[in-house]
C-alpha cells in the first residue's frame, strides 16, 4: 500500500534563509506523481509543485524546488529565501497511476513551518 | 485561473442531523473527490467519481455518506445523521484526466456538529 511519511511535526527557519521539508514516500507503482501543497492557517490547501516519477529534472517553482531521490524514495521541498507568508502546514502527497479510475491522493502528516523575523 | 467552489464555508449542524456540502468542480474535468480533514489532522481521501459513479471509497466513507453530481455541475457530500466526529474540514477537489498538477482543491467547507 503506498504511503507518505513526514517526519518533522514543526521547522522554525529564520527570515530569508532556505528550509527543506521531508518527505519520503512508499509505493510498488512505477508511474505516480508527488505533490507539496501549503495549507495557511485561514485552511485552504494550496498546490506549489509537482514532480512526476518519470520526470529526470527535479521540479522548480519560483522559490519552490522539490529535491527528487527516486532511488530513496523522498521528495523533499526546498524552499529558498523564507518569507513570514511562507508559514503554514506543508503537506507531501502522492498520486498512483493504475486504471484512470481513481488517482486519489495521499497525504502525510505534515509539517508545520514557522519563519522568524 | 479556473476554481473549486466550495458552499458553505462554514455550517454548524445538530447531531442527527443531515447535512450537504456543496462543490461546484472545474467545468473540463473528469474525476472529482471528497477529502476531509479532522482539526489538526492529515488530510483523508473519502470517495473519488468518475463518469457519474463512485470509482473509490475509503472505511471512512460508511452508509451515511452518500455523492451525487445532479446536474453536470455540482457535486454534492451528503451526510444523513450526523455525528461529533463528523465535526472536519471537508474539500472538495477536481482533476484531469492527466496525472500531473491538474488537481485542484476548493477552499473547504469547515463542519461543525454539536
Known amino acids: 500500500a503506498q504511503k507518505i511519511t513526514q517526519t518533522q511535526p514543526g521547522m522554525f527557519v529564520q527570515e530569508k534563509e532556505a528550509v527543506t521539508l521531508d518527505c519520503t514516500y512508499d509505493?510498488?507503482?512505477?508511474?505516480?506523481?508527488l505533490f507539496w501543497y501549503k495549507q495557511p492557517s485561514s485552511g485552504e490547501m494550496i498546490f506549489l509543485i509537482y514532480?512526476?516519477?518519470?520526470?529526470?529534472q527535479n521540479a522548480t517553482e519560483g522559490r519552490y524546488s522539490l529535491n527528487f531521490q527516486k532511488a530513496r524514495k523522498s521528495a523533499n521541498l526546498v524552499i529558498s529565501a523564507s518569507q513570514l507568508g511562507d508559514s503554514a502546514m506543508y503537506f507531501c502527497?502522492?498520486?498512483?497511476?493504475?486504471?484512470?479510475?481513481?488517482?486519489?491522493?495521499?497525504f502525510g502528516t505534515g509539517t508545520l513551518l514557522a519563519v522568524q523575523p | 485561473e479556473p476554481e473549486v467552489t466550495q458552499t458553505p464555508s462554514h455550517q454548524v449542524t445538530q447531531m442527527g442531523q443531515e447535512v450537504i456540502l456543496r462543490c461546484v468542480p472545474i467545468?473540463?474535468?473528469?474525476?472529482f473527490y471528497w477529502y476531509r480533514q479532522i482539526l489538526g489532522q492529515k488530510v483523508e481521501f473519502l470517495v473519488s467519481f468518475y463518469n457519474n459513479e463512485i470509482s473509490e471509497k475509503s472505511e471512512i466513507f460508511d452508509d451515511q455518506f452518500s455523492v451525487e453530481r445532479p446536474d453536470g455541475s455540482n457535486f454534492t457530500l451528503k451526510i444523513r445523521s450526523t455525528k461529533l466526529e463528523d465535526s472536519a474540514m471537508y474539500f472538495c477537489a477536481s482533476s484531469d484526466r492527466g496525472i500531473s498538477y491538474g488537481y485542484t482543491f476548493g477552499s473547504g467547507t469547515r463542519l461543525t456538529v454539536v
Open positions: 509505493t510498488s507503482d512505477q508511474s505516480y506523481g
Open positions: 514532480q512526476g516519477s518519470y520526470d529526470e
Open positions: 467545468s473540463n474535468h473528469l474525476y
Open positions: 502527497a502522492m498520486r498512483e497511476v493504475y486504471g484512470g479510475a481513481t488517482n486519489k491522493l495521499i
